[in-house]
T-cell receptor, first 115, second 111 residues
Framework: NAGVTQTPKFQVLKTGQSMTLQCAQD?????MSWYRQDPGMGLRLIHY???????DQGEVPNGYNVSRSTTEDFPLRLLSAAPSQTSVYFC??????????????FGEGSRLTVL | RKEVEQDPGPFNVPEGATVAFNCTYS??????FFWYRQDCRKEPKLLMS???SGNEDGRFTAQLNRASQYISLLIRDSKLSDSATYLC????????????FGDGTTLTVKP
């Protein structure tokens, strides 16, 4: 029962480097999203997608890009890492029903440190 | 003002205690509401959805008050295993892209 799989679990970058956080789900969910969580705070939405080929910005999109070429995969790209992007990143997916999206299923998180 | 605000906590209670968390939201168009549980350094997991009529799952009861724009979570007979951070989540529409998380309330249950 894989659910939502994120890689890598840990990453250290230098300022200005780029990288991609991978997210894959095997539940055939239409909805996928990326959140960041800073210490003592809740989750803030970075980008989300309601289906292949469709993405939209969340609350804190600057410095991040996403694409959704398949239902299963939703990678998050950091274009030029900055220390302010040091955080824990969670990918989540959900089905979309008649009442909207249901339970969010999260990956285990990716802990990113930017020096 | 934040769109979703929770009791700041932390809550430190003895085993067997009853504890209640409140969460207020500012957007009256909000449509669905959830409580998630997050253990230290782990991913959030759904605890309960919150329905207009209120709902109960074992020791946990969730209530929604649309008029006052708040939701609550009541935990009865607290267990050590209930120690975690509880996140309030509010959806402004049928698209979960409009989900907003509160900052969470940390509960520690002590022997």
């Amino acid at each position: 029962n894989a659910g939502v799989t994120q890689t890598p679990k840990f990453q250290v970058l230098k300022t200005g480097q780029s990288m991609t956080l991978q997210c894959a789900q095997d539940m055939n969910h239409e909805y996928m999203s990326w959140y960041r969580q800073d210490p003592g705070m809740g989750l803030r939405l970075i980008h989300y997608s309601v289906g292949a080929g469709i993405t939209d910005q969340g609350e804190v999109p600057n410095g991040y890009n996403v694409s959704r070429s398949t239902t299963e995969d939703f990678p998050l790209r950091l274009l030029s890492a900055a220390p302010s992007q040091t955080s824990v990143y969670f990918c989540a997916s959900s089905y979309v029903g008649p009442l909207g999206t249901g339970e969010l299923f999260f990956g285990e998180g990716s802990r990113l440190t930017v020096l | 003002r934040k769109e979703v605000e929770q009791d700041p906590g932390p809550f430190n209670v003895p085993e067997g205690a009853t504890v209640a968390f409140n969460c207020t939201y500012s957007n009256s168009a909000s449509q669905s509401f959830f409580w998630y549980r997050q253990d230290c350094r782990k991913e959030p997991k759904l605890l309960m959805s919150v329905y207009s009529s209120g709902n109960e799952d074992g020791r946990f009861t969730a209530q929604l008050n649309r008029a006052s724009q708040y939701i609550s979570l009541l935990i009865r007979d607290s267990k050590l295993s209930d120690s975690a951070t509880y996140l309030c989540v509010v959806n402004r529409g049928t698209n979960a892209g409009k989900s907003t998380f509160g900052d969470g309330t940390t509960l520690t249950v002590k022997p």
